[in-house]
């Protein structure tokens, strides 16, 4: 489900997870929503993992029935990696040929998860200072095409994103994206990153990929948030990414 040229951004999800992973339906049930949704450029993008067992990720054995799955439909080939504390991202050079899009997520530092874990951070600073350093250091892998959910944080420290993620914190990794030729995504379900992100984004003519994230049928399309981001921020057609595959 792929269109050559410019689509409307309204028509892009380049984020979406099914059952190979943690989504609650199958592929063909989300390219057939996707379509009812009148979507035009989509990518499957679940969970992969080939470095350490991870729940609900695509290992190594299953990469090939995945890819092979999602050659049935016309979609955009993708997985979402896991960006580790190290800044190493849990995909080999070798596979990303067989992809059109490589994610990467960062999803836990100091094993808190950024989810559904109330431990405690006594040192805010010191934490958010360890995301900036592990997407730059995966940013440098040369795997990545497009960075997820870029500043999101854990729940218990949510609510203070907008003081601890600085200007100086959002250049420093904005620069990197632009350094690499990463794409900064749009996160649908989290809304993130703010207006501020954006601002430094189009300001550094570095792209955004517009992704709802989805894990749920009703999640699938639901970009709104970026729609409304790109319409408010003026956001040039040019800054928006679409894979090389497309073209």
């Known amino acids: 489900m792929s269109s050559r040229g410019s689509p409307l951004v309204?028509?892009?999800?380049?984020?979406?997870?099914?059952?190979?992973?943690?989504?609650?339906?199958?592929?063909?049930?989300?390219?057939?929503?996707?379509?009812?949704?009148?979507?035009?450029?989509?990518?499957?993008?679940?969970?992969?993992?080939?470095?350490?067992?991870?729940?609900?990720?695509?290992?190594?054995?299953?990469?090939?029935?995945?890819?092979?799955?999602l050659n049935s439909y016309n979609v955009l080939k993708g997985v979402e990696v896991e960006i580790l504390q190290?800044?190493?991202?849990?995909?080999?050079?070798k596979k990303?040929?067989?992809?059109?899009?490589?994610?990467?997520?960062?999803?836990?530092?100091?094993?808190i998860k950024f989810w559904g874990d109330s431990s405690p951070i006594w040192d805010t600073k010191r934490f958010v200072e360890k995301v900036r350093v592990a997407l730059i250091k995966a940013m440098e892998s040369e795997i990545l095409d497009v960075i997820a959910h870029v500043s999101w944080l854990p729940e218990i420290i949510r609510k203070e994103t907008h003081r601890v993620i600085t200007n100086d914190w959002i250049k420093s990794v904005?620069?990197?994206?632009?350094?690499?030729?990463?794409?900064?995504?749009?996160?649908c379900a989290w809304k993130v990153p703010d207006e501020r992100f954006v601002e430094y984004c189009v300001k550094k003519e570095v792209k955004l990929s517009i992704g709802s994230d989805a894990h749920q049928r009703?999640?699938?399309?639901?970009?709104?948030?970026?729609?409304?981001?790109?319409?408010?921020?003026?956001?040039?057609?040019d800054l928006i990414f679409l894979p090389t595959s497309l073209f």
């Not at 028509?11 to 063909?28: A, M, P, W």
């Open 218 to 237: 009703s999640m699938i399309g639901k970009t709104d948030y970026a729609i409304n981001i790109i319409k408010r921020m003026k956001v040039p057609k």
């Open 96 to 111: 990303v040929d067989e992809l059109d899009i490589i994610i990467g997520g960062l999803h836990s530092i100091n094993n």
């Open 10 to 69: 309204e028509k892009i999800d380049l984020h979406i997870h099914t059952s190979f992973s943690d989504g609650n339906y199958s592929v063909e049930e989300a390219v057939k929503i996707a379509e009812i949704k009148g979507l035009k450029v989509l990518a499957i993008t679940d969970h992969y993992s080939e470095l350490q067992y991870r729940p609900n990720r695509i290992t190594r054995s299953q990469f090939s029935r995945y890819v092979q799955t």
């Open 86 to 93: 190290d800044g190493t991202v849990s995909i080999s050079k």
């Open 174 to 187: 904005v620069d990197a994206c632009y350094d690499w030729g990463v794409a900064v995504e749009l996160n």
